[in-house]
């Protein structure tokens, strides 16, 4: 084989396309609003001659009018120019390309693509840049040795990986040229330096993310990049996200072993069949303890049972867990599992089913729902159940309670539900009514959980426990190096906690509080906020987001309240700050609250009303989606796209009470 490769000579047309997530392939020009990149095909002849070029040799001419930034860049891509696809350059040592520029005396920037993040489909791809100067106007060859490569801190793209420059996966390249104008021209990009042994051999997964329906099985491979002249050894396990183990899924574990010249292994995977909708679920494959090679960056994958069961719009309630909304009186209420064959198993009924026990206590008991909003069930023509009895010949009674008087607004609303976080020192929050998110968002098909963001959220006490003085403390916490612990961009650097309340407390309307002393430090995102309960049907921000308090860590004197819906959601979210003063929102406990009714939100810190808004208020041929029952968020980020990463001043852990 070569020393070298041919990357790019510009001998063909200059196209350019994009992929299916809209992603610029092929040569992509960018430039600020005042400025204009253009490229050609140059004949190299007479003054654009190279020494030593073929007869007929074509160049790329590269017209560069930048105000502030401007250049382009070359993904790489099939012959169609509707896939952007990487390369692996792990077995070269550097780059090299002939360039002939205007002389000005200034840098030229090469960028290099490295990575992207698992799943990612945008361009999450990792820069490595390296400047050298333009201080002739003749050809010059420039080599770039990979090892001179610098990863940029100044900025990366969303999402982008930070696990060091691999090679084995390089999206692309990209020239950006300095202020003013000029014409420059390239030709003849290679890598050299070739190495079959320059990389160690990587084991991964063949895809970062798998689905599998429910009740079928799959076969998952697992790939060496080449062929070992030593067995390799692997160990598989599964990890539970929001699937359950030998409810969702058979759990598997164990070892695979390549022999030599063996590239692919595979282990099989079952989930399990039942006959109620639950959603698409998930669960993570993770790879260890590697032997004869190195984890790759497909080290885990994700998989999602895909449910093959009809949503029930007529099911109110099943029982997976002890309905909070039903307020028992005179009785206690439990949940119960039955398996399939069980004296008390429905008829009909899957392999297991959860039902509600009811123990009574006292003489006139009840027990019953309160709903969130009122519900339309004029299109129905009965209400039923099942039940199991004891036969002991007395009535049961059911009511269903229709219609009400309109609510009147603040002044006669009254305490619904509170939480007061009183439990010992070290407990983590009451499962009856607070679920925590797990990962870094990539389960839920929301990387970075839709920001960027670094911390890996957990369901330990470490991240969310009661403090044992009536306060609950979410912590974000950095990770050591050697943690273990993967996120979509590399390595995790921290952890942390977010609850929700969804499934277990939702309601529609009233004021909502929290007493609450937020933490500081740059990169750090605390946030007390709602989400609406259809979620999972509409997604968001059709769902609608009520922001009732966010803070940037860097500006500890200034908190947010904000409401995101479809056409104002993310940057162009509506709502307004709230400044402390000279003050810190870290030294003392507040207030954060809002008052909300149909049609119409206030936002109030320590009763201080600061901002109010209405469906007037947003944009026209904009749709108001707060107008049902949304559930509450806790939750302590670390970086994202909003406040930028945290900085050698950051403090942690980060507590949020």
Known sequence: MSDERLIQDFEGSIEQGEDTYNNGVGLVRWQDG?????????????????????EGNQVLGIMHHVAVWGGFTHAFSNDALDTWLSQDWSNYQGLSFWFKG?????????ELFDNRAVGSTSDSAERYFYRFKDDNSDWRKVTIPFSALQRRSDWQPGGAPDDGLGLNEVWGYAFSFPVGNGMSYLDDVRIYGYNPN???IKVGFESATLNLEEGASLEVKVLLDRAAAQVVTVDYHLEALSATVERDYKDTSGNLSFAVGETQ??????????????????????????????????????????????????????????????????????????????????????????????????????????????????????????????????SHQVMLYDNAQPDAGPSSWQLRWSEEFDEPAGTYPNSRFWTPEIGDGVAAGNQGWGNAERQYYTDSP???????????????????????????YGPCEYTSARLISKDKFEFAYGRVEARL???????????????????????????????????????????????????????????????LGNARFADNFHVFAIEWEPDIIRWYVDGNLYSTLSKDDIPSGTEWVFNHPFFILFNVAVGGYWLSYPGETTLSPKAND
């Not at 005042?34 to 073929?54: C, E, F, H, R, W």
């Not at 205007?102 to 090469?110: A, E, K, L, M, T």
């Not at 991240?463 to 996120?487: F, H």
């Open 34 to 54: 005042q400025g204009d990149i253009q490229l050609s095909q140059v004949a190299a002849t007479g003054d654009l001659a190279i020494d030593g070029q073929s």
């Open 102 to 110: 205007p002389n000005s005396g200034n840098d030229i920037q090469f």
């Open 198 to 200: 320059a990389s160690p």
């Open 265 to 394: 292994k595979s282990f099989m995977l079952q989930s399990l069949e039942d006959n109620k909708y639950e959603g698409d679920e998930s669960l993570k494959l993770v790879l260890s303890q590697a032997q004869g090679a190195e984890l790759g960056f497909l080290s885990q994958a994700n998989l999602i049972i895909k449910d093959n069961d009809s949503f029930n719009a007529g099911l109110l309630e099943d029982f997976d867990t002890i309905p909070y909304h039903f307020m028992p009186e005179g009785l206690s209420l439990s949940s119960l599992e039955v398996a399939q064959g069980d004296g008390l198993a429905r008829p009909g009924q899957g392999s297991f089913e959860n039902i509600l026990k009811v123990d009574v206590e006292s003489d006139n008991a009840y027990f019953g729902p309160r709903f969130a909003q009122a519900k339309d069930w004029s299109a129905y023509n009965s209400f039923n159940f099942w039940f199991y009895g004891q036969n002991s010949g007395k």
């Open 462 to 488: 470490e991240n969310a426990a009661t403090d044992g003085a009536g306060n609950l403390v979410i912590t974000a916490r950095a990770l050591a190096s050697d943690s273990g612990m993967e996120c979509y």
């Open 517 to 579: 002393k937020i933490p500081f430090g740059q990169g750090i995102w605390p946030a007390f906020w709602m989400l609406g309960d259809d979620i999972g049907e509409v997604g968001w921000p059709q769902t609608g987001e009520i922001d009732i308090m966010e803070n940037i860590g860097k500006e500890p004197s200034i908190v947010h309240g904000t409401i995101h819906g479809p056409g104002y959601s993310g940057g162009a979210g509506i709502g307004a700050p709230y400044e």
